[in-house]
């Protein structure tokens, strides 16, 4: 009975409109005076023990890199170098909307960023082309989704903190199913532009000089991943350090470019503040809501529930997706995480399945849920660049689950091909 209160609260809270880190709050609180025999010194206990890692420290390392890399033009610089190689091809420019996603995703680590300053630079390109505005919107939200799969990721570093896994190892594993997801959405956009499901403007091939202008211009951003990666797979630099060596990065080219004013330091460290503070801030309240959560034995209350109907592994796998994929209609995504994290990971450990493994399946259906409404996130941040109705937007991204639910079976069921890096850098 408590606990069916406990969730059921939860759930009407966040009907409610209530915010997400007062939700978990608040059925806590309400869940333990119910129960009585739960001192609420606890709360104050695990909020504190929660934000205490080290690991953590490069959350607001990447939110700062990020926003720097938006503010001072790079985003623009990958854009026009994508542009240059493959605009050309046909629905080209949509095909330089996933690639430059999937370069950029190699500095940012961020959906959100991804979408807000390379969307805002792609989905003026596009309509500016000749494509429907509701398509340019529909493609700058899918590649977004590649930003957290493939590393730097702050939701694998928040997940590698919850589920105690090497960071590293994650960011290896993200790599393969990061590529895989591009590669599906641009055949997804060839098959649409072959079919006359689209408009698709052609372009000019660009002449070698505008090519090698255009790379030259971008050389230094297109190195940020290298650097940044190369640190962390190579042992030189835990992803915090990797972090600071981002945010200097940006930092150097900024001032390189010239882009890097006071002005915008000012609104670059509001912007970080406010988002490390909104991310923290759900982190401490999520420690209470899990810790309850494990105490309670949700996990085992759980998996004996769901061995009644299978024992199958690939079964059970599948139905966790689907639960999942449903409550990212509904809760955001870094709630998801915090909520189903302490109860899935014995689940998890029971069935022997690899939690670097499962935390990129997990990640992958938090991204799916970022491009699913009604509260699909980056669905309102594209809509709002694009001046485009929302519901315009999400009839475009209905062919685009087609190969988001594509790499999520691949990489729910190929575990080789997801461990393959960790094996061969870290688990030798």
């Given at each position: 009975?408590?606990?069916?209160?406990f969730?059921?609260?939860?759930?009407?809270?966040?009907?409610?409109r209530?915010?997400?880190?007062?939700?978990?709050?608040?059925?806590?609180?309400?869940?333990?005076?119910?129960?009585?025999?739960?001192?609420?010194?606890?709360?104050?206990?695990r909020?504190t023990?929660?934000?205490?890692?080290?690991?953590?420290?490069?959350?607001?390392?990447?939110?700062?890199?990020?926003?720097?890399?938006?503010?001072?033009g790079?985003?623009?610089?990958?854009f026009?170098?994508?542009?240059?190689?493959?605009?050309?091809?046909?629905?080209?420019?949509?095909?330089?909307?996933?690639?430059?996603?999937?370069?950029?995703?190699?500095m940012?680590?961020?959906?959100?960023?991804?979408?807000?300053?390379?969307?805002?630079?792609?989905?003026?390109?596009?309509?500016?082309?000749?494509?429907?505005?509701?398509?340019?919107?529909?493609?700058?939200?899918?590649?977004?989704?590649?930003?957290?799969?493939?590393?730097?990721?702050?939701?694998?570093v928040?997940?590698?903190?919850?589920?105690?896994?090497?960071?590293?190892?994650l960011f290896?594993?993200?790599?393969?199913?990061?590529?895989?997801?591009g590669?599906?959405?641009?055949?997804?956009?060839?098959?649409l532009?072959?079919?006359?499901?689209?408009?698709?403007?052609r372009?000019e091939?660009?002449p070698?000089?505008?090519?090698?202008?255009k790379?030259?211009?971008?050389?230094?951003?297109l190195?940020?991943?290298?650097?940044?990666?190369?640190?962390?797979?190579?042992?030189?630099?835990?992803?915090?350090?990797?972090?600071?060596?981002?945010?200097?990065?940006?930092?150097?080219?900024?001032?390189?470019?010239g882009?890097?004013?006071?002005?915008?330091?000012g609104?670059?460290?509001?912007e970080?503040v406010l988002?490390?503070?909104?991310?923290?801030?759900?982190?401490?309240?999520?420690?209470?809501?899990?810790?309850?959560v494990?105490?309670e034995?949700v996990?085992?209350?759980?998996?004996?529930?769901?061995?009644?109907?299978?024992?199958?592994?690939w079964?059970?796998?599948l139905?966790?997706?689907?639960?999942?994929?449903?409550?990212?209609?509904?809760?955001?995504?870094?709630?998801?995480?915090?909520?189903?994290?302490?109860?899935?990971?014995p689940?998890?450990?029971?069935?022997?399945v690899?939690?670097?493994?499962?935390?990129?399946?997990?990640?992958i259906?938090?991204?799916?849920?970022?491009?699913?409404?009604?509260v699909?996130m980056?669905?309102?941040?594209?809509?709002?660049?694009?001046?485009?109705?929302?519901?315009?937007?999400?009839?475009?991204?209905?062919?685009?689950?087609l190969?988001?639910?594509?790499?999520?079976?691949i990489?729910?069921?190929w575990?080789?091909?997801?461990l393959?890096?960790?094996?061969?850098?870290?688990?030798?």
């Amino acid at each position: 009975m408590e606990l069916v209160f406990f969730f059921g609260s939860f759930l009407l809270l966040l009907v409610m409109r209530c915010p997400v880190a007062f939700s978990m709050l608040l059925s806590s609180f309400g869940f333990m005076l119910l129960k009585g025999d739960i001192s609420l010194l606890i709360i104050p206990e695990r909020i504190t023990i929660s934000l205490d890692s080290f690991p953590l420290l490069a959350v607001p390392f990447f939110i700062v890199a990020g926003s720097i890399m938006n503010k001072v033009g790079i985003a623009r610089r990958i854009f026009d170098f994508a542009l240059s190689l493959f605009g050309h091809f046909k629905a080209g420019l949509a095909h330089v909307n996933v690639i430059a996603s999937m370069i950029f995703a190699g500095m940012s680590g961020s959906a959100f960023a991804d979408a807000a300053g390379l969307g805002a630079v792609e989905i003026k390109a596009m309509v500016d082309e000749g494509y429907d505005r509701d398509f340019s919107a529909a493609v700058t939200a899918v590649s977004s989704c590649i930003g957290p799969v493939i590393p730097p990721s702050v939701v694998m570093v928040l997940y590698g903190v919850m589920a105690q896994v090497s960071i590293g190892e994650l960011f290896a594993a993200g790599f393969i199913p990061g590529i895989f997801m591009g590669i599906f959405m641009m055949i997804m956009i060839y098959t649409l532009a072959v079919s006359g499901k689209i408009t698709c403007p052609r372009r000019e091939r660009q002449p070698l000089r505008v090519v090698f202008k255009k790379t030259k211009a971008a050389f230094f951003p297109l190195l940020a991943p290298v650097f940044i990666l190369g640190a962390i797979l190579l042992g030189i630099a835990t992803p915090t350090e990797a972090g600071v060596i981002a945010t200097i990065f940006s930092i150097v080219l900024g001032l390189i470019y010239g882009t890097l004013k006071w002005k915008t330091v000012g609104d670059i460290l509001e912007e970080s503040v406010l988002t490390t503070g909104r991310i923290m801030f759900i982190i401490a309240a999520a420690s209470v809501f899990g810790w309850l959560v494990t105490i309670e034995q949700v996990a085992v209350i759980l998996y004996n529930s769901i061995q009644i109907i299978t024992t199958q592994k690939w079964l059970i796998l599948l139905f966790v997706n689907v639960i999942l994929l449903f409550l990212g209609c509904f809760i955001e995504g870094l709630a998801i995480m915090i909520i189903s994290v302490p109860a899935l990971i014995p689940i998890m450990n029971a069935l022997q399945v690899d939690l670097v493994h499962f935390g990129v399946i997990l990640i992958i259906t938090i991204m799916i849920g970022l491009i699913t409404p009604p509260v699909g996130m980056t669905l309102y941040i594209v809509s709002g660049l694009a001046k485009t109705k929302i519901e315009k937007v999400v009839r475009r991204v209905l062919p685009f689950y087609l190969p988001m639910i594509f790499t999520l079976l691949i990489t729910t069921y190929w575990d080789k091909m997801v461990l393959l890096i960790p094996k061969l850098l870290f688990r030798h």
